[in-house]
């Protein structure tokens, strides 16, 4: 007996020195080449513009920060940005040009789900990764495996915790829904996943099956407001990015409301916190990070993002970072670590198999320590912590259960 024990524990260590060993003569391996090249497809014109450019200065951030602390095994990393337009058919046209014509190792974004939607199936035909930074429709990552991935929680997980602490917080027993029926991840918030958040904390929608609509960037909401006012709810959700949002908040502050309003992560785009004034104030919505939460990881994130914004996009962007450019920069330090696992060469003639060791490698990347990532779970989406956010003082400010 103790014989046999003995053999399964040699061989036991003789795989595991194996499985070392391997590890350490891919990390040891050269890198081809002058630079190393990854590819960013984001929206920096069209009406994602303004967190498109943020997630690009938050991608260059984290190259600076690679290359200035000696690059990759003294190899530059060289990020080439790329403007969907915030359009999925642009998206999918970004994606095959740095593909195929920039060669690059692997993609940062797209931005909006539906970009995702059109290139993730894409991404599967070329075999090349894309690390989304925004996207959170939920199945979007599962229905297109392997190669796509997205760093960024499910609209569903923060829908969830936003819920339970607007309950607690407003005694919330009632509530209608307003959304858009044109963007895609608005469309789910409004029409999957808040009904089933609501549901699942028991409060009663009193627009049933039958949400208030609009449709991305209108400028009136009178004709809905007037709706939502009159079925007086206690509080109000919304499917809506960040500037319908505040368009829907400020009318319906005009007609008289005062019920509470909240939402999931996509309304944190833009300022409305900032410049929408007492209005706004005691709206709710969750994420995976903001300022008021940064660790000392994160403040270096902070200080690199600044740097950069002072020469990228001219200076436009002089506020303090939201989580999408953190996404974007925990993205580019992810393929860095599977670049330096996995024995990427960098070689012309190795390009297709240095791809797929870096899908291959995030695929079981669990244990990441980013600002706000940890790595992907078994479908590709992020692991991440949810945090609770309410508008107050100017800004969103962590919650804390009353």
């Not at 595991?16 to 391996?29: I, K, P, R």
């Not at 970009?115 to 925004?134: D, M, R, S």
């Not at 006012?229 to 109000?236: F, I, L, R, T």
Request: glycine share 10%.
């Amino acid at each position: 007996m103790d014989r046999k024990f003995r053999m399964i524990m040699l061989v036991l260590f003789c795989v595991l020195g194996l499985t070392f060993l391997g590890q350490e003569l891919a990390s040891a391996q050269t890198i081809a080449g002058k630079e190393i090249r990854l590819g960013a497809a984001l929206c920096v014109s069209g009406h994602g513009a303004n967190v498109g450019k943020r997630e690009a200065i938050g991608a260059q951030a984290a190259v600076d920060v690679i290359n200035e602390a000696g690059s990759i095994k003294g190899v530059s990393l060289k990020l080439y940005v790329e403007d969907t337009a915030s359009n999925p058919q642009e998206a999918v046209n970004v994606v095959r040009k740095l593909t195929g014509d920039q060669k690059v190792l692997a993609i940062i974004g797209p931005h909006y789900s539906s970009e995702a939607e059109a290139t993730f199936p894409l991404g599967n035909q070329l075999k090349i990764v894309q690390i989304c930074v925004a996207s959170s429709k939920p199945g979007l990552s599962a229905a297109n495996r392997p190669y796509p991935f997205r760093n960024t929680l499910t609209e569903d997980k923060i829908a969830d915790a936003v819920v339970k602490e607007f309950k607690k917080r407003y005694n919330i027993k009632k509530v209608a829904i307003i959304t858009d029926i044109k963007d895609a991840v608005s469309k789910s918030v409004g029409t999957q996943v808040l009904p089933e958040a609501y549901k699942a904390n028991g409060i009663e929608i009193i627009t049933g099956s039958d949400p208030v609509t609009f449709q991305t960037n209108d400028t009136q909401f009178t004709a809905q407001i007037t709706k939502l006012k009159a079925m007086n709810p206690d509080g109000v959700g919304m499917g809506a990015l960040g500037p319908d949002a505040l368009n829907i908040i400020t009318e319906a502050r005009r007609q008289g409301m005062t019920q509470p309003f909240m939402s999931t992560a996509p309304i944190m785009e833009g300022n409305m916190a900032e410049i929408g004034g007492k209005a706004v104030e005691g709206t709710f919505s969750g994420t995976i990070w903001q300022v008021s939460v940064a660790t000392p990881e994160g403040q270096k994130f902070i200080d690199a993002y600044k740097k950069r914004q002072k020469t990228m996009y001219t200076n436009q962007y002089t506020e303090i970072p939201d989580y999408y450019p953190v996404n974007a920069y925990d993205g580019v330090f992810m393929i860095v670590e599977a670049i330096q696992k996995m024995g990427v060469t960098n070689k012309p003639e190795d390009l297709a198999k240095d791809r797929e060791k870096i899908m291959k490698y995030l695929t079981t990347l669990k244990d990441f320590k980013g600002v706000a990532s940890r790595g992907f779970n078994d479908v590709g989406d992020g692991l991440k912590d949810v945090h609770v956010f309410e508008i107050k003082g100017g800004g969103w400010q962590p919650v804390r259960s009353k």
